[in-house]
Every structure is written in C-alpha cells, then in structure tokens.
C-alpha cells in the first residue's frame, strides 16, 4: 500500500511518499515560497539524482498539481497512475478537546479543524487547504489528518487547566494543548522497543528539541504533562520564541515602551529563544560556533537553553515518580551533543550518566551506563503519519 504524507505550510508544502508493505521511503521532496514567481520545487527519488526547480508557483492548488507532476513524471515518477496512491495522510495541527487519534477525514472533521484555527492561525487553515485541495485533484482517495495535540489528549486534568478564572477555560478552550504529539509519540514507542518492555510498563521523558522545542512526560505510554501549552510558546527556551516567562513582563513592557499585544507576540515567538539572547541567530550550530569563539553572549544562550530542559526533566521525573529513559530527538536533540552532555551533567542522582563516547558517536542509541537510560533516537513523524493513515485506510478496504 502506497501512502502520500503532506504537511502543508502557510508558503509551503512537504510531502513524502512511502510504501507501506516494508515501510519504505520511495520519493520525498517539497514546495517552497508558495505565491511567488520564484517558488523552490524540491524533489528526490530512488535511483534518480536530486532536483531542484525554481519556477511560478501561485497558491496550494499549483503546488500540489506539481508534486502529483513529478509523482507521475515520466523521467523519474514513481506512480504511473493517481490511483496507486492509496490514502493521504495530513499533518494537522491542532485537533483542540476533539481528536485523542488520528482520523478519517469527512465533512465533520473539515468543520473542526476550520474552529480549531482560531487556536492555530497560522497552520490549521494551510492545513485544510491542502486538505481541500486533495479532494479536487486526487478525489475518491481517503484522507486522514494526524494531530500534533492527539497524542496529548488524555493528560489529566491538573495538567491541562491553567490556574486562572475557569471560565476560560469551559467558555472559551484555554488550556494546555501540547504539540509534537507525532515525534513524541513515535521515539518513546522506539524507546520502549529498545529497552524491550512494553511502552505501558514504563516512565519516559522525550525531549524534542529542534527550532520549536517540547518535552513530555510518557507514564505508561500516556502523555502525562508536556511544555507547550494554548499555543507552541510556551515551556523551553527555543529558536526564536521564549518559553515560560513571567506574565507580567508582557504587561511591563506594553506600558513602558508602549509596544501593542502584536508587538508582543512577535517579540516572543520571532525575536525571542537562542535569536533573543544571542542577538545573532536562531540556529544552535551557529549560536555554538559563536560561543566556541569566545562569545559570551552566545555561551549565555545555550545555557539557558540547557537550563530548562534540565529543569523540566526533573520537574517530569517528580512529575512521574521516576524515569526509565530519557530521550532526545529533533535537530538540536539528534545533532547536539554538547547540548545532551551540558543537560545530563550531575544528574547521577537520577540514574542519570551519560559515557561521553557513546555521545560523540554517530547512530547510537543509548548513550548512558546509568540505570536511567539516555538515548538518541531520529524522530520520524512522516512515518508515523503513513502508519496511522495506512491503519484507518486498511480498515475501509
Ligand atoms: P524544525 O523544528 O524546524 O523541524 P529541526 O528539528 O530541523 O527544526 O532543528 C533545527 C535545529 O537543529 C537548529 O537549531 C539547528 O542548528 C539544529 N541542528 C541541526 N544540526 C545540528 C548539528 N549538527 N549540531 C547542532 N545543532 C544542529
């Protein structure tokens, strides 16, 4: 069974095509500046060399016109007809109070994740774009969104409720959400499949920490509590946005130097994190170079960076009673091994060491001689997308 995996963007679409048979990658690539003359067409095949095109690309319906193009192309397509793919499974992210799992998607869904976007601005209606544009171009394909927040729905209530008036809560859906439930989800299962117990006999913090960054805590398989929030801002030092701050700074600086609520949401989701601080770059590897130069700046950054994802996974293991693994995953979480030496640093009293060797080394999985394991694992939230779409398509058959 051949599946399509999209994750559309405001200005840009990301797909991957896999066979499910053997859960094989087959063709991967995107669209990128959607709405420009000079849109970046970007696409890989087995047995083909890697292309790049830059060509007009008005709105998603063209975008995805051209992925289909290049699926079907006669030079190095991988489908002959539309209909080899079997389903399409959407990266959606925000499913609200309604979605614990991956869906089917009909008109009911449709109209949920469209009230969900007042949550998601700037991702649900791009992802219901791509959604409708399916409908047009592949019709009689089945559709399944995957949520970020599903994974996170069962989290009990006194993690999800803000201590604020709780009227905001019934009358207007403030809560924790959390996000990243696909890669969280996929690396605790891959972490339980390493240790070789079921996912539902273990304690398992994740810390996905890529340009957004969340953590969770995984009590037998369930997302017990997680960093993100209402909205992705809250939580760990990222990127560009700023984590758990005092609420009140906001309110401090609107009055001092008269800056408006936009001016505030950008400063903390695009001015903010490693940017913020290190006043150069949103980018670990360049915010590291910088330090490894001397900058205290930028030594400053990754500190606190580190900072709170330490704090957070001691506040998990409280959280939880105790942790078996710690995971890392994402950009930073895969490709940081000065990030995972400075986080697990002192941490013996948690069963917590990591053997410096196992660190540095590319590929390795576990990197700890504690009785806590620390391990590495490449998030694949693509893979997962495919799983659950091949697994809600296979039962309609
Ligand atoms: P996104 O959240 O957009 O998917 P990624 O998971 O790709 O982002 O993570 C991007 C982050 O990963 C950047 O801060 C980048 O510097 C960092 N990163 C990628 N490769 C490395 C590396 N080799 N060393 C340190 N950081 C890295």
Same mark, same amino acid.
């Given at each position: 069974?051949?599946?399509?995996?999209?994750?559309?963007?405001?200005?840009?679409?990301?797909?991957?095509?896999?066979?499910?048979?053997?859960?094989?990658?087959?063709?991967?690539?995107?669209?990128?500046?959607?709405?420009?003359?000079?849109?970046?067409?970007?696409?890989?095949?087995?047995?083909?060399?890697?292309?790049?095109?830059?060509?007009?690309?008005?709105?998603?319906?063209?975008?995805?016109?051209?992925?289909?193009?290049?699926?079907?192309?006669?030079?190095?397509?991988?489908?002959?007809?539309?209909?080899?793919?079997?389903?399409?499974?959407?990266?959606?992210?925000?499913?609200?109070?309604?979605?614990?799992?991956?869906?089917?998607?009909?008109?009911?869904?449709?109209?949920?994740?469209?009230?969900?976007?007042?949550?998601?601005?700037?991702?649900?209606?791009?992802?219901?774009?791509?959604?409708?544009?399916?409908?047009?171009?592949?019709?009689?394909?089945?559709?399944? *969104?995957?949520?970020?927040?599903?994974?996170?729905?069962?989290?009990?209530?006194?993690?999800?409720?803000?201590?604020?008036?709780?009227?905001?809560?019934?009358?207007?859906?403030?809560?924790?959400?959390?996000?990243?439930?696909?890669?969280?989800?996929?690396?605790?299962?891959?972490?339980?499949?390493?240790?070789?117990?079921?996912?539902?006999?273990?304690?398992?913090?994740?810390?996905?920490?890529?340009?957004?960054?969340?953590?969770?805590?995984?009590?037998?398989?369930?997302?017990?509590?997680?960093?993100?929030?209402?909205?992705?801002?809250?939580?760990?030092?990222?990127?560009?946005?700023?984590?758990?701050?005092?609420?009140?700074?906001?309110?401090?600086?609107?009055?001092?130097?008269?800056?408006?609520?936009?001016?505030?949401?950008?400063?903390?989701?695009?001015?903010?994190?490693?940017?913020?601080?290190?006043?150069?770059?949103?980018?670990?590897?360049?915010?590291?170079?910088? *330090?490894?130069?001397?900058?205290?700046?930028?030594?400053? *950054?990754?500190?606190?960076?580190?900072?709170?994802?330490?704090?957070?996974?001691?506040?998990?293991?409280?959280?939880?009673?105790?942790?078996?693994?710690?995971?890392?995953?994402?950009?930073?979480?895969?490709?940081?091994?000065?990030?995972?030496?400075?986080?697990?640093?002192?941490?013996?009293?948690?069963?917590?060491?990591?053997?410096?060797?196992?660190?540095?080394?590319?590929?390795?999985?576990?990197?700890?001689?504690?009785?806590?394991?620390?391990?590495?694992?490449?998030?694949?939230?693509?893979?997962?997308?495919?799983?659950?779409?091949?697994?809600?398509?296979?039962?309609?058959?």
């Amino acid at each position: 069974m051949k599946i399509l995996v999209l994750n559309c963007g405001s200005s840009s679409i990301k797909f991957q095509f896999l066979s499910m048979t053997n859960e094989r990658l087959i063709c991967k690539g995107g669209v990128e500046r959607i709405g420009t003359n000079d849109a970046i067409l970007a696409y890989e095949a087995e047995g083909c060399s890697k292309r790049r095109e830059v060509k007009p690309v008005a709105d998603h319906t063209q975008a995805i016109e051209n992925i289909i193009s290049l699926l079907l192309s006669s030079e190095c397509g991988v489908i002959k007809e539309k209909s080899e793919i079997k389903g399409i499974g959407h990266r959606v992210v925000h499913g609200g109070e309604e979605f614990s799992d991956s869906v089917l998607i009909d008109s009911k869904v449709i109209d949920c994740i469209r009230k969900f976007s007042t949550f998601a601005p700037l991702h649900n209606p791009a992802n219901l774009r791509g959604i409708e544009v399916c409908s047009e171009l592949l019709p009689g394909i089945p559709q399944v *969104a995957v949520f970020d927040t599903a994974f996170h729905h069962n989290m009990p209530e006194k993690s999800f409720v803000y201590p604020i008036p709780y009227e905001y809560y019934v009358e207007n859906g403030v809560r924790r959400y959390g996000f990243h439930g696909t890669s969280h989800k996929f690396v605790s299962n891959r972490a339980a499949e390493i240790i070789g117990k079921p996912v539902t006999e273990l304690k398992i913090i994740t810390c996905h920490l890529g340009n957004g960054c969340s953590i969770a805590a995984i009590d037998k398989g369930v997302s017990v509590d997680t960093t993100m929030g209402f909205t992705p801002l809250e939580g760990l030092a990222m990127g560009t946005r700023s984590g758990d701050i005092d609420p009140a700074i906001i309110f401090f600086l609107m009055e001092k130097l008269s800056l408006s609520s936009k001016d505030m949401d950008n400063m903390l989701n695009k001015k903010s994190g490693l940017l913020g601080v290190s006043g150069t770059s949103n980018d670990m590897r360049e915010v590291t170079a910088e *330090a490894d130069k001397g900058s205290k700046r930028h030594q400053l *950054a990754i500190d606190i960076f580190c900072h709170r994802v330490r704090k957070y996974i001691g506040a998990y293991a409280a959280v939880m009673g105790g942790v078996d693994a710690v995971v890392f995953t994402g950009g930073i979480g895969e490709n940081g091994p000065h990030v995972r030496r400075k986080v697990c640093s002192d941490m013996e009293f948690f069963g917590i060491k990591i053997d410096e060797a196992l660190n540095v080394a590319k590929g390795t999985e576990v990197i700890s001689t504690g009785k806590t394991k620390v391990m590495v694992i490449s998030t694949n939230e693509e893979l997962t997308i495919a799983r659950d779409t091949r697994a809600i398509v296979e039962k309609l058959i």
